[in-house]
């Protein structure tokens, strides 16, 4: 049960000019449910290209995509948007959070906006940032909180409307050698816990080697 399927999928910047830069050319990847898959690859090679179009926030030039067996480019716009909204978690290397908004409400907002009520969100909201260790800074603004903390937030963020795909790219990358890798075994026993399906892009080993399997970009193919 594939919750995410790219078929030679390609994708090239600048097309027809001098500068065109052909960055993916017909990449394969399935990804199935409650699966965790590292996504290692140098700077430049297409990681973030890759995961935007997974996400549906960038069209391939050709290639097939199907989320949870529905093949994206018959589905409606409407219905793409909903996907997107709900249906797939993101987190970036850096954390994004609404600087003005305290820590819970961050991860209340995207519920709200979801069409979950106050209380509810809430209550969710609390759960997660128990499960990551920061329910005491549930009222700390970003800028109050640590680094690894600030991420811990953004990952709260990111299932906060419970997708069933959780797209990273570089999500410890900010962070410095002893805490990337705290924060990153928080994230994956939150994955593991939710049973959800990730792609985690990284270009640390060391952490790729604790997923279920490491696929690397090389000249624009997954292998
Ligand atoms: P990574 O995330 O692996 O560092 P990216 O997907 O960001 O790689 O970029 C892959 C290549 O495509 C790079 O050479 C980058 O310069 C180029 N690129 C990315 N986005 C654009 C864009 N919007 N326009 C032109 N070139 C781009
Ligand atoms: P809306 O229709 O509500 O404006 P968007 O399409 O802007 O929704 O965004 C949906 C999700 O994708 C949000 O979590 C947003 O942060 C993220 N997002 C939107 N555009 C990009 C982008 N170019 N790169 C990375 N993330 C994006």
Redo the contacts with the bound molecule.
Sequence with gaps: NAVLELEGISKAYNKGKISEVSVLKGADLKLSEGEIVALVAPSGAGKSTLL?IA?L??TPDSGVIRIAGEEVAHLSDRRR?AI??AGVG?I?QFH?LLPEFSALENIVL?QL?NGTAQAAAEAHATSLLSRVGIAERAHHRPAELSGGEQQRVAFCRALANQPRLLLADEPTGNLDPETSDQVFGTLVELVRETGLSALIATHNLDLAARMDRVMHLEHGVLV
């Design positions: 935007h996400g926030l960038d948007t997107r909204r993101f970036y994004h995207p906006a």
